[in-house]
C-alpha cells in the first residue's frame, strides 16, 4: 500500500489491488497438517532413526523453566544442550527446530550468537488471535471463506470444523477465525474481538446474527510465524551454520518456500541432509522448490530484464 502511494497510486487503486491479491493466508491448516505429517513419518522416520537419534521427551521443560542452553567445547562447537532440569545431552550433531526468538536468548548464554548469527536478532514475531466460537444451530457457513482485504477488518480466514473435523458433521456450527498480525486488536478485550467476529462472519453467513453464541474462546498467539518483512529472504539463514555442529530447522530457515508447515518439513529434510552429509552419507531428502512460476514467474521475467533500480 504504502509503496503504490508512494508512486502515486491512490487509496482506491491500493485497496483494489489488495482486494484481488492480498487474501490473507488462504491456507487452512487442517487440511494440510495429517498429509505433512503422514509424509514427514515416512520419509524421516526411516532416515533419522536408522542413524541412531534419540527421542528426548522431557526436553519440553526446558522452555517452561528457561534454563536451556547450547553448550560449546573447545573452539566453540556445539557439543550438546542443557535442559532446564541441569540434565546435558551431549551430541555430535545439535539440530534446533526453535523459532529465531527462542533460539536467540539460548545461544546468547555461550557468546555464540553475535559471532555466528547475526541476524537473529532482526526477525520479528507475526501475532495471531484466534477465535473460536460455538453456535446454537448451523449458521450455514462454508468450509473455508476468506474476507477480502481491508483496513477496517480483524479476521480473514474463517472455518467450519463441524466440516473438517472427523465425526463433527451435523452438530451445530463451531468456527475457528484467524486474525493475521493482529497489532489492531491488541489493545481490545475478549468480549468485543468475539463481537466484531461474530460481526464479520454474519458478513458471508447472514444466519451468525440471529444464532445463539453458546461459547467463545480467544487465544493470543505470540507468534505464528515470523513476519515476512522486506529483506526476510536473504536474512533467513541456511540449515547448516557457522557453528560447528549445530544445524538448524524451523519455518523460517532458507527452505526457499514461505514460513508454513511445509516449509517447516522442508526444513526438517535439508537439516537431516546436512547431518547425513557430514557423516559421509549424502542423500537427498527435500523435494527442491519450483521457482517462480505463474504470475511471480512472468513478473521476476520482466524484472530480470530491468536494470536495478528501474522503475
Ligand atoms: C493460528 C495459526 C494458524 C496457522 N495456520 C497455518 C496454515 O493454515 N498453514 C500453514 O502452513 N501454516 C500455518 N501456521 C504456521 C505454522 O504453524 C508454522 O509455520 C509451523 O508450525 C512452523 O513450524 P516450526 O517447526 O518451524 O516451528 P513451531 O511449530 O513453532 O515449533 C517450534 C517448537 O519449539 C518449541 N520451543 C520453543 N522454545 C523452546 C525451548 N527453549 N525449549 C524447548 N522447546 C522450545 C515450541 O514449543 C514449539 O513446539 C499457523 C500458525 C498459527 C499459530
Redesign the pocket.
Known amino acids: 500500500m504504502v509503496a503504490i502511494r508512494r508512486h502515486g497510486g491512490d487509496e482506491r487503486a491500493a485497496r483494489a489491488l489488495f482486494e484481488r491479491f492480498a487474501a490473507a493466508?488462504p491456507?487452512?491448516?487442517?487440511r494440510?497438517?495429517r498429509p505433512?505429517l503422514r509424509l514427514c513419518r515416512r520419509r524421516a522416520g526411516g532416515t533419522v532413526y536408522r542413524a541412531g537419534a534419540q527421542l528426548h521427551r522431557g526436553?519440553?521443560?526446558?522452555?517452561a523453566a528457561?534454563h536451556?542452553g547450547t553448550r560449546t567445547v573447545g573452539e566453540g562447537r556445539v557439543d550438546g544442550v542443557l535442559l532446564?532440569d541441569g540434565a546435558r545431552l551431549r551430541a555430535d550433531v545439535v539440530v534446533s527446530?526453535?523459532?529465531p526468538m527462542?533460539?536467540a536468548p539460548?545461544l546468547d548464554r555461550d557468546r555464540q550468537r553475535a559471532a555466528a548469527l547475526p541476524a537473529l536478532d532482526w526477525f520479528e514475531p507475526s501475532p495471531?488471535i484466534?477465535c473460536y466460537l460455538w453456535f446454537d444451530r448451523d449458521i450455514k457457513a462454508e468450509r473455508f471463506t476468506s474476507h477480502l482485504w481491508s483496513p477496517e477488518r480483524l479476521n480473514y480466514?474463517f472455518y467450519e470444523l463441524g466440516q473438517i473435523r472427523h465425526g463433527w458433521a451435523g452438530r451445530p456450527s463451531v468456527i475457528a477465525s484467524?486474525i493475521i498480525y493482529s497489532h489492531r486488536a491488541a489493545h481490545m478485550d475478549d468480549d468485543a474481538i468475539v463481537a466484531a467476529t461474530v460481526r464479520e462472519l454474519a458478513e458471508f453467513a447472514p444466519d451468525a446474527a440471529s444464532a445463539k453464541l453458546l461459547h467463545a474462546r480467544v487465544?493470543r498467539?505470540p507468534?505464528?510465524?515470523p513476519c515476512p518483512l522486506v529483506g526476510f529472504e536473504e536474512r533467513r539463514p541456511a540449515q547448516r551454520t557457522p557453528l560447528p555442529g549445530l544445524v538448524l530447522?524451523?519455518?523460517?530457515?532458507q527452505t526457499r518456500m514461505?514460513?508454513?508447515?511445509?516449509?517447516?518439513v522442508k526444513?526438517?529434510f535439508l537439516a537431516a541432509e546436512v547431518v547425513l552429509a557430514d557423516l559421509g552419507r549424502p542423500e537427498t531428502l527435500a523435494i527442491e522448490a519450483r521457482l517462480y512460476d505463474g504470475l511471480a514467474g512472468v513478473v521476476r521475467r520482466v524484472a530480470a530484464g530491468r536494470p536495478r533500480g528501474c522503475p
Open positions: 493466508h491456507c487452512p491448516a487442517e494440510l497438517r505433512a526436553a519440553w521443560r526446558a522452555r528457561g536451556a532446564a527446530a526453535l523459532p527462542a533460539l539460548l495471531y484466534c480466514d484467524n487465544h498467539v507468534m505464528a510465524i530447522a524451523g519455518d523460517w530457515t514461505p514460513c508454513t508447515m511445509e516449509g517447516a526444513s526438517g
